[in-house]
């Protein structure tokens, strides 16, 4: 079964980073009201999405998509990732990454225009 990872840039500037099954049936969802975060923060417009063919691979990405720094997320969605490693707090606040620390993020599937 395949899974999506999105985010959306709501009209207040936040993103919203969600997981789904059902893309097209998620963002109506969302249109409507029926997701809390973006019904008070519409139009929000959908600026990433990748598509993984295993849902554990899918809640994997969201959660780490979740913890990330909003210059990280900006830089997944410009496809950016070989700048993740410069933007993580540990790199920027030792000048360098911590001992043991690994920046081996995997790329997703890059993200898909509609």
Not at 57 to 79: C, F, Y
Not at 87 to 108: C, I, M, V, W
Request: charged content about 25%; overall charge neutral.
């Amino acid at each position: 079964m395949a899974a999506w990872v999105y985010i959306l840039r709501c009209s207040d500037g936040s993103y919203y980073t969600g997981l789904t099954t059902n893309f097209d049936e998620r963002m109506q969802q969302h249109q409507e009201g029926r997701r809390s975060y973006t019904s008070t923060r519409k139009p929000f417009e959908c600026v990433y999405r990748a598509e993984f063919q295993s849902i554990h691979d899918a809640i994997a990405w969201e959660r780490r998509l979740k913890r990330w720094s909003r210059a990280k997320k900006e830089a997944v969605i410009a496809g950016c990732f070989d700048d993740l490693p410069g933007l993580s707090r540990s790199y920027q606040h030792h000048g360098k990454p911590n001992e043991g620390a690994s920046f081996d993020t995997p790329a997703p599937p890059a993200a898909q225009d509609d």
